[in-house]
């Protein structure tokens, strides 16, 4: 685990100011490194280095000619590039005998201990899923670990591609390597030698002097981005396989049994800058126990966007899946629509800078008759045709033109190539096409009857830029529009019906308080009670009550009679969620003014999967109820459409969102949630007075329809 990703600002320049300023060394020459005799030396090095990384292969390669061997030569000549093991192309015949991809909340614990949770039976039973990218690192690693065993080198120093020396490298390497291999007289003196590494968890030995040189490693220990990896340390590694979990996390717990050391510091670091590619399977689960507090914004950084892009096809061609590809990319995609409004429309024909969208897919009243105009409008634009047309066209794009047909195995490969941009870590959308959907022209339908006010809206591809745009009606024609069967009462007869709601006992970043089932109870009016005290747990000095469905639904009215608590610093949720990508559709009441309503809706694109996580603020408004919600119960309602999102307070419509109005319809299964949270962020719900507490939020009912 690289944790210096999760670095700060401070953090991050005092990193780029050692990356700068390596380059001022005079001495690069290293007696560790020889590419042949003495024998004792590093004789090999290995880069695991992706195929679809190029640049890092380009930049590592820049680091290895900077540093001279005993003979002089380069570190580059005796370095080999290992193709690394690609997460998309994963299938587990390819590792069932030497990885098992899970491993434990204890595993964990026990490399990076923490006062605030155990290592006991439940820690050891909490088994964690290692995400594809941590699958892929690991194998990279125990393939190249075969290579060192089945070799004559007896050292060799493997490398991570997102890695550069430190300034004064070669002495430190010399100094230590003199220490340790010089001054023995065995011919292989260590099995591991970590050059790279970050010390976390509780030391054993509390009043060890910092070592001088190397030494065994004290504390727990992240990162197998750089190591010395002696012939016989290898053998022993493939003795000790299967490995489980992150493969750092995995060494760590093989130390025992292996002669391991590390440097007095670390001389080998990974570059904070370069974005990472590994999603970190252990952060969701250390979120949900508490123990993961930082809260900064998650928002996705600006890029310049090679475009604008228009597609076209046949319908059955995977232009869906393109126009949700091209969203993942970062583009703002308006797709699978008879007719672009108006103004949309105008703007874009006449070349103005305004228009809401840089990618048109599937766009009806964009047809080939128009590529000429559109091509010699925006001498940047970018074509793709899942099928090609008939007529010739090739003059019109002077090469900027692709063919994309829906069979092609690898369509990142030929999209990044072609746009320019980063290859990406998450799989390429599979889905049917929706075909082009009509549009609503002849009036406004959307039904906003009380008075609002949005508040700042997060920046990102997805929420439509355009403070005029007004969004895209849909004609309600399509699937999952109509709501007639009712799928759960959640309260009858004074229980919860646990066949489809649980009890939450997690938490994340932003809140306060712990949710436990012990602060959920039915009284004997049969009204569901949330209730948060001022009653501390390891991890948090409050706890609170929460409800969420066991399934996950796609589109229907989700409808709670309830009364929120009116103790500023609380907020009380009723909310549909989903991680992978994030999305969510959000009522809020915020215990500083109940007779306000909250709404939000946050949007990231992707499938199932998707490692879109973005966004702090969402897009919030917020709404005069006209009443006080504190003081009696109200039913509140989310109305989820394929092509409309609408409010509800008492069965009336209060307020409606369509598509791009200002983000797309979510469009993947949620949970739905009830909760009653303490919230970091004293701007959204006031300070809160801890002698008015416990306070709690009521339930009279709670419905799915579909």
Same mark, same amino acid.
């Given at each position: ?282 952060? +969701? !689960?250390?979120?949900? /126990? %508490?123990?993961?507090?930082? #809260?900064?914004?998650?928002? $996705?950084?600006?890029?310049? &966007? ?122 390429? +959308? !599979?889905?049917?096409? /929706? %075909?082009?959907?009509?549009? #609503?022209?002849?009036?406004? $339908?959307?039904?906003?009857? &009380? ?256």
């Amino acid at each position: 685990m690289n944790t210096r990703s999760f670095s700060d600002l401070y953090t991050r320049l005092q990193h780029k100011l050692l990356f700068y300023t390596r380059v001022l060394e005079i001495n690069t020459k290293s007696n560790s490194f020889a590419t042949q005799n003495p024998s004792n030396s590093i004789q090999r090095i290995y880069v695991i280095n992706l195929d679809r990384k190029p640049d890092r292969w380009k930049q590592i390669s820049r680091e290895l000619k900077r540093i001279r061997s005993w003979s002089g030569e380069a570190l580059f000549s005796i370095t080999r590039r290992f193709s690394a093991i690609d997460a998309r192309y994963l299938t587990k015949e390819s590792y069932n005998d030497v990885l098992k991809p899970e491993y434990s909340l204890a595993d964990q614990l026990q490399v990076e201990p923490n006062p605030r949770v155990d290592i006991d039976a439940k820690s050891q039973v909490h088994r964690i899923s290692m995400s594809p990218q941590e699958i892929a690192i690991a194998l990279s690693h125990i393939q190249i670990w075969k290579l060192i065993a089945s070799s004559k080198v007896p050292y060799t120093l493997v490398l991570e591609d997102d890695v550069y020396f430190r300034r004064n490298f070669s002495r430190s390497i010399d100094k230590l390597w003199s220490q340790v291999v010089g001054q023995s007289p065995k011919e292989m003196v260590f099995d591991l030698l970590f050059l790279s590494f970050q010390e976390v968890g509780v030391s054993s030995s509390p009043n060890r002097v910092p070592a001088k040189s190397a030494h065994k490693p004290d504390w727990g220990i992240w990162q197998a981005s750089g190591y010395v990896l002696s012939q016989r340390g290898a053998e022993k590694l493939i003795k000790l396989l299967p490995a489980y979990g992150p493969i750092d996390l995995w060494l760590n717990l093989q130390f025992e049994k292996l002669d391991v050391l590390i440097a007095h510091q670390s001389i080998i670091e990974q570059q904070v800058d370069v974005p990472s590619t590994n999603y970190y399977s252990v952060m +969701p !689960v250390l979120s949900q /126990i %508490g123990i993961y507090t930082a #809260e900064k914004p998650f928002v $996705p950084q600006s890029k310049k &966007l090679v475009g604008p892009v228009f597609a076209f096809g046949n319908p059955g061609t995977g232009l869906t899946a393109l126009a949700k590809a091209l969203s993942m990319l970062g583009y703002t995609c308006c797709s699978d629509i008879v007719q672009l409004p108006s103004s949309e429309q105008n703007k874009l024909l006449n070349g103005k800078r305004t228009t809401t969208f840089n990618a048109y897919v599937n766009v009806g009243s964009l047809n080939l008759d128009l590529l000429t105009k559109l091509a010699k409008t925006y001498p940047k634009a970018r074509f793709i045709f899942t099928t090609y047309p008939k007529h010739q066209v090739s003059s019109v794009f002077q090469n900027r033109e692709i063919h994309l047909p829906n069979d092609y195995k690898d369509k990142w490969e030929i999209l990044s190539k072609f746009l320019n941009c980063e290859y990406p870590s998450f799989s390429y +959308p !599979v889905c049917d096409d /929706i %075909g082009q959907r009509g549009i #609503e022209f002849s009036r406004n $339908p959307i039904k906003n009857s &009380l008075p609002f006010r949005n508040l700042k809206f997060d920046s990102s591809p997805w929420i439509a830029p355009s403070k005029d745009w007004q969004g895209i009606f849909i004609n309600e024609t399509q699937q999952n529009n109509h709501f007639d069967k009712k799928v759960i009462v959640g309260i009858d007869n004074h229980r919860i019906n646990d066949k489809y709601w649980k009890l939450r006992d997690d938490t994340f970043p932003s809140n306060l308080a712990l949710f436990s089932p012990n602060n959920l109870n039915i009284d004997n009016s049969g009204i569901l009670n949330l209730t948060l005290r001022n009653q501390g747990s390891p991890v948090r000095a409050f706890s609170s009550g929460a409800i969420v469905t066991r399934q996950t639904y796609l589109y229907g009215k989700f409808s709670v009679k309830i009364r929120p608590s009116n103790i500023a610093g609380l907020v009380t949720g009723v909310f549909l969620h989903r991680n992978s990508p994030h999305q969510e559709i959000d009522i809020e009441f915020l215990g500083k003014d109940t007779t306000r309503m909250l709404i939000n809706v946050f949007y990231n694109p992707g499938i199932n999967g998707t490692k879109l996580e973005y966004g702090y603020r969402g897009t919030p408004t917020l709404i005069e109820l006209g009443f006080d919600a504190a003081k009696d119960f109200h039913t509140y309602e989310i109305e989820w459409k394929a092509n409309m999102l609408s409010w509800l307070v008492d069965g009336q419509i209060i307020h409606q969102r369509t598509l791009w109005n200002p983000t797309p319809i979510p469009d993947l299964p949620m949970e739905f949630n009830v909760t009653l949270w303490y919230p970091r962020s004293k701007e959204l719900a006031g300070n809160l007075d801890p002698s008015r507490i416990p306070s709690t939020t009521k339930i009279k009912s709670i419905c799915v329809i579909q």
